[in-house]
């Protein structure tokens, strides 16, 4: 029976680092619906929804009715971007109408901790927003509840605005501080004013989501283009920047971390998911296709990203496991 080739992703895994978030503030809100399908088929990562209530900021958008009717129309992550002064009355509605991520603002007067604990409870990432003039320290009373820190750029409530290079400079690389205690997983969002002339400068302050609204909505503007053109210039910010003049890591790309039996390789891959890196288990290509799954390798895969730190974290584990269980020559 011939070997059967490892499991690939469905998708071709991309091969960039930065994420680009579409914005649909800017769309046509007559048909979001359309809105989204398009931003998907033309290559976004993800959709940022603008929730504005008219009182946190001076203007009013949609909620999680509309939310929920829009998360039938696409398969891309959905982070809420909650600009409203009392979303622990809502978040529920959030969580249930399939937001991915939902981030509040650090400068509402309503409770913050309870919110983000529901948000995490749901298995969902939390994240808390700064507006321009909010310094980041805001965000350190809740920093071991967060999973995504959101720097805006603009003052919120409008599209369109221009981009203040000054907030990003000062607040980008900094913000990463407040995730310090995610060995994976954590990211910072810029959000205001990012196009192909801002997305080079956030690139090398490290940013992970750039969300992207007007630019992408232009009459006659290319917006597949315009993705991976926004794309481009923010990992190369990243690999000038912050990277040596390296190519930063795929964000997709997997890396075989350990080959084990079975009983150990599910162990390992348990200890390492608790420090919160995620693990895949598959058969090795290293041992026949009809060998026994308790008496076969399994390979524990990690995102390249993590590898670093998962070799710090649990290197020598590894060794002792794979020593332990080596195959007599
Ligand atoms: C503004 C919103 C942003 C906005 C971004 O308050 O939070 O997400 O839609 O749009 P541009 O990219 O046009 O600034
Ligand atoms: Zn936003």
Not at 188 to 206: F, K
Not at 285 to 310: K, N, T
Request: net charge neutral; aromatic share 6%; charged share 25%.
């Amino acid at each position: 029976m011939s070997r059967r080739p490892v499991p690939t992703f469905a998708e071709a895994p991309s091969t960039s680092r930065a994420r680009v978030a579409a914005s649909i503030l800017d769309a046509d809100l007559g048909n979001l619906a359309h809105a989204v399908t398009r931003a998907e088929r033309e290559g976004a990562d993800r959709i940022h929804l603008d929730v504005m209530d008219g009182h946190f900021v001076p203007n009013l958008t949609f909620g999680a009715k509309t939310i929920k009717a829009l998360r039938r129309r696409t398969r891309l992550p959905f982070d809420a971007h909650l600009m409203i002064s009392n979303p622990g009355e809502f978040i529920e509605e959030y969580l249930d109408a399939g937001c991915d991520s939902v981030t509040i603002h650090a400068e509402i007067t309503e409770e913050i901790e309870p919110t983000l604990r529901a948000i995490r409870a749901a298995g969902r990432a939390a994240g808390l927003c700064v507006k321009p003039k909010t310094p980041l320290t805001a965000l350190a009373p809740y920093q071991r509840l967060l999973d995504i820190v959101m720097v805006m750029t603009v003052e919120p409530g409008f599209g369109g605005q221009a981009f203040m290079a000054d907030v990003a400079k000062s607040k980008l690389l900094q913000a990463r501080e407040y995730l310090s205690h995610k060995l994976h997983g954590g990211e910072i969002h810029v959000d205001g004013g990012v196009n192909r002339e801002s997305a080079e400068l956030v690139g090398s302050l490290g940013v992970d989501i750039l969300v992207v609204g007007s630019a992408l909505w232009l009459k006659g503007r290319d917006m597949a283009r315009e993705i991976r053109l926004i794309r481009a210039l923010a990992d190369e910010g990243y690999q000038y920047g912050l990277n040596n003049g390296l190519p930063p890591i795929p964000r997709d790309k997997m890396v075989t971390f350990a080959s084990l039996p079975r009983p150990h390789a599910r162990t390992l891959r348990e200890e390492i998911e608790t420090a919160g890196i995620p693990v895949l288990l598959f058969r090795s290509p290293a041992d026949p296709a009809d060998m026994d799954d308790e008496v076969r390798r399994w390979d524990l895969l990690l995102p390249a990203s993590a590898e670093a730190v998962a070799k710090e974290r649990f290197g020598r584990r590894r060794s002792a496991l794979t020593r332990a269980t080596a195959r007599p020559a």
